[in-house]
Structure formats: structure tokens, C-alpha cells
């Protein structure tokens, strides 16, 4: 690639704990992966951006001064809402020609799009010669996810692709965006990382009205009481002011409650190296997404089932927005042969679907090579 000026690069990402929480303010424990998005970019001296793809025939060229205008590109959209986003903010954006890398897997759950869009973010800043300001380009990622893609996400998989660190979680508060890094060690035990393979075409719609529901059940509890964001809600305070709400937002809630509880016990067990701990938490919190939230479905249910069904494996749950998508499994390193095979098995038994298993790293964030 010594044709093009730099190689930039922004991770997938997995969530070991606190899902369906970063929106409402709650703190979450993402990492990031090895597996990335990279683009590969040199200035071209016009007022146009041209993207190609190392694994598309597929060649899209974007206007600098209509970046609004390419809104539902089958390829080339994320790129395209990235730049806009970053333009807005009153960066200048230089003419390009960007080959894009993607190793995250498109809808399993990894955040292939915040990879795509930080990265692209990234490497539209490297040309102009700007500092790289990470969490700033987390920001108008997400702004792009929400305005450009649709998808009314939270901070937590744009600030895991930027500001991820090799080895390490991320104990990021989404109120604050103030982040403690944890050094991941596992004893042990390995992650396993399984893509349940359905294809989840449900996400922007159902994540949307999960959204809307978060918001209407504070809304009813403002009322009530003083809190900016239902993270701040107590569990003693749940079980006093939950009453005023309709079945299903309780349901909602309490999710949003037991979780950010999760998160807080999950962090003194990996401070204290309590893995039988955390795994415990990783099967409750599948239980929540499955009963109280509502975003898992027969697949992943039936991923993760085989998965606990083993001796091996102490947690097991349904990362990322849901309604299939990728789980992770904390399963005895020696093991980990025998895990595989037979949850692949038991699940395509039970679903007709092949799982797959990604060999993937926590890594770092952004990162910049000038070539
Ligand atoms: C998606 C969103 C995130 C987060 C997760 C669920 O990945 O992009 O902001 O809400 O779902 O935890």
C-alpha cells in the first residue's frame, strides 16, 4: 500500500458487561478488537473523496460540498455521514482517495460501523495535518450513527473503537465520558467470542423503540424524583417509584437498574480477579437482556444456552444491540477446543445456523501509520 499516504485504523469492539445502558447514562465495560477498520488514504488535489474497498468491486465517489446528499449509499453511507459530521464541526475536509479494510464483521454485533466511522473521521484529520483528539471523534461518530445511519445509539461503541487500549476494558461512565482502564486478565479463562450467524435486521427499529422507552419511563419517574438519567436510579428507589410504571417500561427499568448494578460488582470482581464472579454476572445479564429487555431471540438465546450448558464455560451472554449478532463466553482456556465444538453443534441442531468464532485480540483504538 505505498501508494497512499497513511494507514489509519479503529476497532470493533466487544462489551464484557452493561448492555442497552450507555444511552441512559449508565457506565459500561467495552474493549476493543484486533479486528478493524482501516483506510488507507492520500490527498488527491480535487474537492472529492473516493472510496474503494479491498473486498468490493464497488467504487463510490462523494462530493466535498454534498456530503448530505449520499443518505442510504449501499456502500460508502457511513464514510459519507462521518465526513459530514466532521465538516459541520467546522474541520475542512481535504480531497482523498480512501481504500477501505474492514476485518470487523458487517452485523455481527462488533460495531463494524463505529470502526468505519471513527476510522474515516481519523483519517480525514491525519491529512489536515490536525492533532488527533480521540474523544471528539468519537462524538461526531456517534453523531453520524444517530443523524446520518439512523441508528439512535449511545457513546459506548465509538469511544471503545477510538479510545480502546490493548489488553485492557474499559470502565467508561456515559454521563461523564470519564474512563478508568482495567487490565483484563482472566486467569484461566479465555473469551470466546461466537457470531450466532442470524441476521439481525430487526436492530434499528427495535433499538430505536427500546430508546424511546428509556426515555418516556424517566420521564414518568422525573416526576417523582430528581434524577437526570435512569442510571441514577436506585434499586430501593426502583422498587418505591416503579409502581408508576405501565409493565413493560418496568420491565425496561429494571434492566437499566440490575445492570448498572451488574457493572459495579462486575468491576470489583475483575479488580479482585474473582472470574466465577464476573461469569455469574455475564449469565445474569443475559437473562435481563433476554426477560426484562427483551432484545436476545431464539438464536441467541439458543447460542448462549449451549454455552452454559458446559462445564466449562462460567458466562455466557448476547453482546451489542441484540436480536442476534455476536456473544461472549468465559470459558477454561484448556477447554476451550471441546467448548467450541460442541456448542457449534448444539446449536446448529438446535437452529439450522453455523457459528463462528473469531481468533481476535483486545487492541488499541485509533491508531496511525504514516506510510
Ligand atoms: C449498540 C449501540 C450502543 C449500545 C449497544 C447496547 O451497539 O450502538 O450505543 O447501546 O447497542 O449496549
Redesign the pocket.
Known sequence: MKEYDYKVSAAGRI?LI??????CGGK?MPAALSLKNTVYIRTNGTNKINLSWTTLPDKVTLDIDKLESYNGLKYGNYQAGAALMWQRAGHKIIGCDMLQDCTVPFGS?L?SS?AIEVSTIAALATIAGEPLDKVDIALKA?QA?REYAG?N?????QYASACGRKDSVMLLDCNTLKCEFLPLRLGDYSLVITNCKKPHNLIESK?NERREETDRALEILQQKLDISCLAELSLAQFKTYGTALSHALKKRVEHIVTESERVRVATLALKAGNIEMLGELLNKSHASLRDNYEVTGREPDALVEAAQSQSCCIGSRL????FGGCTISLVKTNGIDEFKEFAYKTYLKATGYKAEFYDTEISDGISVEKL
Open positions: 462489551n452493561g448492555e442497552h445502558i450507555d444511552y459500561v454485533g460495531s463505529a456517534q450513527e441508528v445509539c449511545g457513546i459506548m461503541d433499538y453482546i451489542g444491540g441484540g
